[in-house]
């Protein structure tokens, strides 16, 4: 029987929250018991959202995908419920303000890819592979997967990822925008390390609600998305970032941002924002 997959939370600094999945024999599987410790763990980030979170594992594998004796006791009731709790779960990932990162060190299958199409970023060591085999067993990616890729990827390369079922190397993945940026087996840890740093420049309100506008923007029209845009922008206005960030670029110093914490419960819009307009 396959170790049981362990997943942790642990926080460095109060600006990187790390998940981390482990296991004995070194292959992490996404079992039910899994991913109810992982949602668990969610509900903690959320409270207290960092600046970065940040999805690692150690061992064989990043992670190889669900528990295939659950899913092969399902039936045509229980699969959809065991979808929509898949698919609950990983919106928990996009719906968060904070940046959040897939660092990809071992090959990433199913569950884990679909995981990682959740998140904002994903970064491959040069040796991982990373795909969606559904087609393989009988299915298709039913936790957010398909229809992520879809909408991330775009249907050439969606198509590409789904239908093929096969688990591509880091640079293909590179190559159809499922990886954000690859890096040498041996320098992984310190590579992403270096960009999480850099990702560290951003302003967690503006990220915040520009992360907000590319959820909500696949459902406007051009009209709608530009009164969106508009409407965030001026947002930014109502706390300290815009005049922080642009007194640190001129006096060529870094920025210090206050906490995503503080930035929690923005003003709502307002009947004067409501209506506005591109026009106006």
């Given at each position: 029987?396959?170790?049981?997959?362990?997943?942790?939370?642990?926080?460095?600094?109060?600006?990187?929250?790390?998940?981390?999945?482990?296991?004995?024999?070194?292959?992490?599987?996404?079992?039910?018991?899994?991913?109810?410790?992982?949602?668990?763990?969610?509900?903690?980030?959320?409270?207290?959202?960092?600046r970065?979170?940040?999805?690692?594992?150690?061992?064989?594998?990043?992670?190889?995908?669900?528990?295939?004796?659950?899913?092969a006791a399902?039936?045509?009731?229980?699969?959809?419920?065991?979808?929509?709790?898949?698919?609950?779960?990983?919106?928990?990932?996009?719906?968060?303000?904070?940046?959040?990162?897939?660092?990809?060190?071992?090959?990433?299958?199913?569950?884990?890819?679909?995981?990682?199409?959740?998140?904002?970023?994903?970064?491959?060591?040069?040796?991982?592979?990373?795909?969606?085999?559904?087609?393989?067993?009988?299915?298709?990616?039913?936790?957010?997967?398909?229809?992520?890729?879809?909408?991330?990827?775009?249907?050439?390369?969606?198509?590409?990822?789904?239908?093929?079922?096969?688990?591509?190397?880091?640079?293909?993945?590179?190559?159809?925008?499922?990886?954000?940026?690859?890096?040498?087996?041996?320098?992984?840890?310190?590579?992403?390390?270096?960009?999480?740093?850099?990702l560290?420049?951003?302003?967690?309100?503006?990220?915040?609600?520009?992360?907000?506008?590319?959820?909500?923007?696949?459902?406007?029209?051009?009209t709608?998305?530009?009164?969106?845009?508009?409407?965030?922008?001026?947002?930014?206005?109502?706390?300290?970032?815009?005049?922080?960030?642009?007194?640190?670029?001129?006096?060529?110093?870094?920025?210090?941002?206050?906490?995503?914490?503080?930035?929690?419960?923005?003003?709502?819009?307002?009947?004067?924002?409501?209506?506005?307009?591109?026009?106006?």
């Open positions: 029987m396959q170790p049981e997959t362990q997943v942790e939370l642990t926080s460095t600094e109060q600006e990187i929250f790390r998940i981390r999945f482990s296991s004995e024999g070194g292959i992490q599987i996404l079992s039910e018991e899994v991913c109810r410790q992982l949602g668990q763990l969610l509900k903690v980030v959320a409270k207290r959202p960092p970065i979170l940040v999805f690692e594992a150690t061992g064989r594998t990043f992670l190889a995908g669900a528990e295939l004796r659950e899913l399902l039936d045509r009731r229980a699969a959809r419920r065991y979808s929509r709790r898949g698919q609950k779960l990983f919106r928990k990932i996009a719906e968060l303000p904070c940046l959040t990162v897939a660092a990809i060190h071992a090959p990433c299958a199913g569950g884990g890819c679909e995981m990682s199409l959740a998140c904002d970023f994903r970064f491959l060591a040069d040796t991982a592979r990373i795909g969606l085999p559904e087609v393989t067993l009988g299915i298709i990616p039913g936790w957010g997967g398909a229809a992520r890729a879809l909408r991330v990827l775009g249907p050439v390369a969606a198509r590409r990822l789904i239908l093929s079922g096969e688990l591509l190397p880091a640079a293909e993945a590179l190559q159809i925008g499922l990886a954000d940026a690859v890096f040498p087996a041996a320098e992984f840890p310190a590579a992403v390390d270096a960009r999480l740093k850099r560290l420049r951003c302003a967690p309100g503006a990220v915040a609600s520009a992360k907000r506008f590319l959820s909500e923007g696949h459902h406007l029209d051009l709608d998305l530009l009164v969106e845009e508009s409407r965030l922008f001026g947002r930014c206005y109502a706390g300290d970032e815009p005049a922080e960030g642009i007194a640190a670029f001129l006096n060529k110093r870094d920025a210090v941002w206050p906490t995503l914490e503080a930035k929690r419960n923005p003003p709502e819009k307002g009947a004067d924002e409501s209506a506005e307009s591109v026009e106006s």
